[in-house]
């Protein structure tokens, strides 16, 4: 069994190349293939799953991508998006890989049934994530599982051709440099494994991971990353048109009602709102779309939008006293730190967990740890 449980980071070259090569290793010796992320799937879940999946396919393996939850309406547009299963394949399978999943037990229930699987790859940018894989490349530095991808296809078509190249020439420090050679016929090489459906997707879960540039991980490399990809003729005004321009009218009656139940701790400096199962009950009744998955898709940026507000919280209902929360920062806490308290993680600026219990004592829990987290700044 392969172990390389450490952190690796961006700037550790050597690592990445090690983990990379190991990686590729296992994919050459395995034929059918699952890719799975998290419950409750955003863009850069979905997204990177099907570049994973396109990539493994262009490799002639046989690629099945599971997702438990339904794929956000505003995702659908992404090639093989109608391809996702909400079981486990009855065929054995030969290699797990799971991407954007800080933590096995988040790829959702029944979990259990596939940690018997002989391999599993973890990829992801988490720093929270647990190492959980037989080989795992996590970059806890990247802004998002996609940027992970970008770096990892890369490697392959300069190992596949034998090119002395790491992703990272340039990439750091002060001065910014091309990351990707000059020479024409080198660079195609080394792009050689990103198709346009790729880049595609890729784009998408930058974007997303990123708030639409709006979030710190938005950087140099990040932006990069997007120039090379819209070298593929994207059109950057028709996907942000299909991810944030799409929702439906049934999510605004929604979120009138969640900002009603808008609150603040801590001087304003924590902004939180509720939704519940009622809620959604109670707008579906008055619509004729049925079941609507996501709905309460980024709400939390709500809060966090308002002028004063460091740390935002949404408290979503599950269940009876069962909650999901979400936790977003705006410039300096560490939200994380606090999703950690609750058996949960994440990034510095955006974390979420699990709780049970009354809502009015989980929050105020919360808030308490949230303003301890704002007082070690102070």
Do not use: W
Request: proline content about 3%.
């Amino acid at each position: 069994m392969i172990s390389l449980k450490k952190d690796y980071s961006v700037s550790d070259l050597n690592n990445f190349k090690n983990t990379a090569d190991e990686i590729f290793r296992i994919i050459e010796t395995s034929k059918k293939i699952m890719i799975s992320t998290h419950e409750n799937p955003e863009g850069d879940a979905i997204s990177s799953a099907i570049a994973t999946g396109l990539f493994l396919k262009s490799l002639d393996k046989e690629v099945y991508l599971y997702e438990k939850d339904q794929i956000p309406a505003n995702l659908k547009f992404l090639p093989e998006s109608d391809k996702f299963l909400n079981e486990f394949p009855k065929e054995p399978i030969d290699l797990l890989i799971v991407v954007d999943c800080g933590e096995f037990s988040r790829i959702g229930s029944n979990y259990e049934q596939l940690s018997g699987i002989n391999r599993i790859i973890n990829i992801d940018h988490h720093f929270t994530n647990t190492y959980f894989g037989h080989a795992n490349l996590v970059l806890p530095d990247a802004s998002s599982a996609g940027e992970v991808l970008f770096y990892l296809f890369l490697a392959y078509g300069a190992y596949i051709n034998n090119i002395k190249y790491s992703p990272f020439d340039n990439f750091l420090g002060d001065k910014f440099a091309e990351p990707l050679p000059c020479d024409k016929e080198e660079r195609a090489k080394i792009l050689s494994f990103i198709s346009g459906d790729i880049a595609l997707s890729l784009y998408t879960s930058i974007l997303t991971d990123t708030g639409s540039f709006h979030y710190s991980s938005a950087n140099k490399r990040s932006f990069y990353i997007c120039s090379v990809l819209n070298e593929y003729r994207l059109d950057p005004s028709a996907i942000a048109t299909e991810l944030f321009e799409t929702k439906p009218a049934e999510m605004y009656f929604l979120l009138g009602k969640s900002l009603n139940t808008l609150e603040f701790s801590s001087g304003g400096k924590v902004a939180s709102m509720v939704g519940t199962k009622k809620m959604i009950e109670d707008v579906l009744k008055e619509s004729d779309s049925g079941k609507i998955n996501g709905l309460y898709e980024n709400f939390v940026n709500y809060p966090r939008s308002i002028q004063g507000v460091e740390i935002a919280i949404f408290f979503r209902e599950t269940g009876f006293n069962q909650y999901r929360l979400n936790f977003r920062s705006k410039s300096y806490a560490n939200v994380a730190y606090v999703a950690e308290k609750f058996g949960g993680g994440g990034h510095k600026f955006a974390a979420g967990c699990k709780v049970s219990g009354d809502i009015n004592e989980i929050k105020k829990e919360v808030y308490r740890y949230c303003g301890e987290i704002l007082n070690e700044k102070a």
